[in-house]
């Protein structure tokens, strides 16, 4: 049985990213197996992979040309035919081709046809050519240059075709260019009558229209205006004739601003070739010779001659009273104003046996579109979706029927709305809406020369005698919404039961609306805890409505509502006043709360509002609350939806000293680009992924990636919807930094979270669980000391036994066997110690046994100790002079040791970690600096508490510069951190110049 026949392999070779993509749609769709190279190099390396019949490349690329491109491919399979993308416009440029081995070219701009045909051509002469190999080719003088021509017959012949093939194509053109120019010539002729007629028939326009008007030439000198400008402008037409646009009167803006001469409706109209109106997407007034200034919406339109050259350009001025009902893109009414119409026209339907309908079009799954293009070119779509609809419902070329459109609208969002009168019958109604669907769904939309797959929904609601226009609207627009959602591109019809749901809707905006004012909206808190300690760090405020009938709402049952209703930034403010006042009583009532940071989530759309920093201080100041206390949520989605202007306000929220969350990470499209360009500092998982962490591997992958994601970033990471003891177990082993859920407590009134705080021991020994000086026989950190020990002590023990057995069976090799093992008792000894010396700092008996020493002799000497530990990191020393103390070098070379391996955690492999010892004044300080993030001030205060981690990027207790610092004031000194300068970490033990007194054993200060 013989298979079907293998598609030929063609390697296509093009830099451009644009071409590459098209090359490769049209080889594929022509049946060839193609392989895209975006560089010379990169095409030899596939070519040495794996063999293909036919190599196609552009000739201009950087690096490796397609000349040397050729050239080096015939060296490596002197078979393989390669035709080369060029111009072909100079004759050298065909023997350049020859001399590199080409086998053909292809002129660029190509039709795909004419390329296909060309590739299988050669490849059908492949044969041909290999037959009729020539050991040498002819010497080619050109330009007085000479050129050595290698191609075979078969080549030469290809090329010529191809070459005559393309001069016929060229002198096709010039033909039909010269029959074009023939033509236009006649029109030209033509149409300057047709261009005078039209001139006086605008002069008659301008008498009888009701505007001021004005007809400028297309350099725009005025050649005539309207009696209406003339007695605007208090000026005879004689005065007007042949001034300039500018000249006329002058235009500003709200601000008083006044526009410049090419900002004019007239001047853009003219430069553009299209209608043009200004003033429909902000206040802009004419100012008179009076002083005056009224406020207008001016137009202008261009006119053209038969060939399409500008003759003319009109323009008209009309006298408005605000333009805030406007959308600035469409410039149709925005919905308030469309909703007045509406109600206008049904008292009009009132009087009548008239039906009255509304119609909303939804852009389905608009959303997505908008992300895609970015909002300059979504706002182009939705413009030119106006302007269809627009057509659509004008009485030239609507259906001839007795309905009107009473009034289009733009909604935002994607979303249109048109209002239809004089309606004779509920099917008349269907009809139209049908149509409208139809004209809507025509022809692609085209943006920037893109075209666009989208879809459009209608919605359809029957105006009732007992709805008013807000609700005959309503119905419309969830109709619309209904449909889209269920897959779009359809006829939706809103029933009884729609009309019921958007009266539930208009009565619950009212009610929400009440409760602002009656204070019916509470905030709870739910506490975040640390994964690894146990212990509160946090809370999240929460809004609910205590409704007065239907209990206690959560956010998911009318936050919606309050966005479609305009209250969401009032609701929004009054969660963050109350939570900054709560938080900074709890600060200053509850036990450890000192450290507690409050997080406030904010609706991406508060991101617009320019005032919105100087907003967040005031609530801030009004509270009395520490900015860096703050944490300010914003969803995934929202920072995709709104990257650039969220990017700015998050800088500005950050220069306040407020902390940023990205919520419900995962759940969005944020590129890693993004989240490194944001001043982020954590990353919330949303709860839909924990929940099923611990029986879907999916879920556990993205919440392990999320984790990692947060340690590459240097950020903490926070897991929402915490339900079990499993759940918590595996963030603990995934290294997530923060958690929050009902395994500790739902979201509660703050006096509740206040007793549930205290009830479990955090009001006696907040600091216990926070890493702090407790007992030690406190219960959590007992624990965490035992789960340390088993893991600690494990990994030692497990290389002890796995040598031992290898040493048993060695044949020669005892020596290295027993360092191994040796090297490795010293560190389980070594971690026994500290454990032990963990517990003699808690109780202040540290024992120390004093000597004289140089410090900078004892740095050089455990610098050297870590060398083999610290092959991944160059460790320098800096000394200058003696440094000599009173000291236990033991105990002094165990906090050096353990300042060195954590800087050592905290950096990037290769980076370097810097050892400095001298005197500063009377005091000997050695200080060890590193590369790493740096600690983040929040976390400062806990850096020498016991068992204090400083997130959870490495492993550890957090026990290391805890024992730093106990071993520092065990000799009278003490340890600090700072910012190293250019990045990084540094951390300092200072000594007493001075000789310490004996005894032999100095108490710990605690």
């Known amino acids: 049985m013989t298979g079907a026949p293998m598609a030929e392999r063609i390697l296509a070779v093009e830099d451009s990213p644009t071409q590459g993509v098209l090359l490769v749609v049209h080889l594929e769709e022509a049946g060839f197996d193609v392989t895209l190279a975006t560089s010379g190099e990169e095409a030899l390396g596939c070519l040495e992979a794996r063999p293909f019949d036919l190599v196609l490349s552009d000739v201009v690329m950087p690096g490796i040309d397609g000349y040397e491109l050729c050239r080096q491919l015939k060296e490596i399979d002197r078979d393989v035919p390669v035709v080369l993308l060029t111009s072909l416009t100079d004759p050298i440029e065909i023997v350049r081709a020859l001399e590199a081995g080409a086998d053909n070219f292809l002129r660029k701009p190509y039709e795909p046809d004419q390329l296909v045909a060309r590739l299988r051509t050669m490849l059908r002469h492949r044969e041909l050519r290999v037959g009729g190999r020539a050991n040498h080719g002819p010497e080619v003088l050109l330009r007085d240059k000479r050129f050595l021509v290698t191609a075979e017959r078969q080549q030469i012949l290809d090329l010529l075709v191809s070459s005559f093939e393309d001069l016929v194509d060229s002198n096709r053109q010039l033909r039909d260019r010269e029959e074009a120019l023939t033509a236009v010539e006649a029109r030209l002729r033509e149409q300057l009558a047709v261009t005078e007629r039209e001139r006086r028939r605008l002069g008659a326009v301008l008498g009888a229209a009701p505007h001021p008007m004005v007809i400028a030439d297309a350099l725009g000198a005025v050649t005539d205006v309207s009696d209406q400008l003339c007695a605007l402008l208090g000026r005879p037409r004689d005065e007007l004739i042949g001034t300039g646009i500018a000249d006329l009167v002058s235009f500003v803006d709200a601000s008083g601003r006044q526009l410049g001469p090419d900002e004019v409706a007239m001047d853009l109209a003219a430069r553009s070739g299209q209608p043009c109106e200004l003033g429909g997407s902000f206040d802009l007034f004419v100012e008179l010779p009076s002083g005056q200034r009224l406020s207008v919406i001016t137009s202008a339109a261009p006119v053209h001659d038969g060939s399409g050259d500008l003759v003319a350009v009109v323009g008209s001025l009309y006298e408005i009273g605000g333009l805030a009902a406007h959308d600035s893109v469409t410039k149709m009414p925005k919905q308030t104003l469309f909703a007045d119409r509406v109600a206008r026209a049904l008292v009009d339907a009132a009087s009548s046996s008239d039906v009255l309908a509304v119609t909303s079009i939804v852009v389905d799954r608009f959303a997505q579109l908008e992300r895609r293009l970015g909002d300059l070119r979504a706002e182009r779509l939705v413009a030119a979706l106006a ?32 209002a239809w009168s004089g309606l004779e019958d509920e099917l008349e109604v269907v009809r139209h809406a049908q149509w409208l669907h139809a004209g809507l769904s025509g022809p692609p939309m085209t943006v920037d020369g893109e075209v666009l797959a989208m879809s459009v929904t209608v919605g359809l609601a029957v105006a009732t005698p007992e709805q008013g226009a807000v609700d005959v609207v309503a119905s419309a627009v969830v109709a619309g919404h209904d449909g889209s959602a269920e897959g779009g591109a359809r006829l939706q019809i809103a029933d009884d039961a729609i009309n019921a749901r958007a009266t539930v809707f208009r009565r619950r905006t009212e009610e929400l609306s009440r409760a602002l004012d009656r204070r019916e909206l509470v905030v709870h808190y739910q506490p975040e805890i640390d994964v690894h300690s146990g212990a509160p760090v946090g809370i999240e405020a929460l809004v609910r409505w205590q409704h007065p009938t239907e209990g206690l709402l959560t956010p998911a049952e009318f936050l919606h509502v309050a966005a479609d209703a305009g209250l969401l930034d009032d609701i929004a403010w009054y969660v963050l006043d109350e939570a900054c006042l709560r938080a900074a009583s709890l600060r200053a009532t509850l036990p450890g709360g000192d450290r507690l940071v409050i997080s406030v989530n904010v609706d991406a759309s508060q991101l617009g509002d320019p005032h919105f920093v100087d907003r967040v201080a005031a609530s801030l100041r009004a509270a009395g609350l520490d900015p860096s206390a703050l944490v300010l949520e914003i969803t995934e989605g929202g920072v995709v939806d709104h990257a650039d202007l969220a990017a700015q306000r998050l800088q500005d929220l950050k220069a306040l000293g407020v902390r940023i969350a990205i919520d419900d990470f995962g759940t969005g499209y944020a590129s890693l680009q993004q989240l490194r360009s944001l001043p982020v500092d954590l990353l919330k998982i949303d709860r839909s992924f924990v929940d099923g962490m611990t029986t879907e591997a999916d879920d556990a992958a993205i919440v392990a990636a999320t984790v990692r994601l947060g340690r590459a970033l240097g950020l903490e990471t926070v897991a929402e919807g915490v339900e079990s003891e499993d759940h918590l177990v595996q963030l603990r082993v995934l290294g997530c930094d923060l958690a929050q859920g009902f395994y500790w407590s739902p979201a509660v009134p703050a006096d509740e979270l206040e007793r549930w705080w205290r009830a479990r021991g955090w009001a006696q020994a907040p600091i216990d669980l926070r890493g702090g000086d407790a007992p030690d026989d406190a219960s959590a950190p007992l624990d965490e000391v035992i789960a340390y020990l088993v893991h600690e002590l494990r990994t030692p023990l497990t290389v002890l036994t796995g040598y031992a057995g290898l040493l048993e069976d060695a044949e020669g090799n005892g020596p290295e066997y027993v360092e191994a093992i040796l090297r490795n008792v010293a560190d389980l000894d070594r971690r026994l110690t500290t454990l032990a010396d963990l517990r003699r700092a808690g109780h202040g008996a540290l024992s120390l046994e004093l000597t004289d020493l140089d410090a ?54 290769d980076a370097p970690i810097e050892v400095e010892v001298g005197v500063s004044g009377d005091s000997v300080e050695i200080a060890v600096r590193d590369r790493g993030p740096g600690v983040p001030p929040h976390r400062r205060p806990e850096l020498f508490r016991r068992f204090a981690r400083l997130g959870s990027r490495h492993t550890g207790m957090g026990v290391g510069l805890y024992l730093v610092r106990a071993i520092a004031r065990a000799h009278g000194g003490d340890a600090r951190y700072e910012d190293a300068p250019g990045g990084g970490a540094r951390f300092t033990v200072a000594l007493p110049v001075r000789e310490l007194s004996e005894p032999s054993v100095a108490p710990a200060s605690r």
Not at 397 to 418: H, L, N, Q
Request: hydrophobic share 45%; charged share 25%.
């Open 856 to 909: 900078a002799d004892l740095a050089r000497t455990v610098v050297e100790d870590l060398r083999p530990q610290l092959a991944a990191h160059p460790v320098g020393l800096v000394a200058t002079g003696q440094a000599r103390c009173r000291a236990d070098p033991s105990r002094l070379g165990q906090a050096l040791m353990n300042l060195i391996l954590n800087a050592a955690k905290f950096s990037e492999p």
């Open 387 to 418: 302007d269809r609809l627009r057509r659509i419902v004008s009485p030239e070329d609507g259906p001839r029927w007795s309905a009107r459109a009473e009034a289009t609208s733009y909604f935002g969002d994607g979303v249109f709305a048109v």
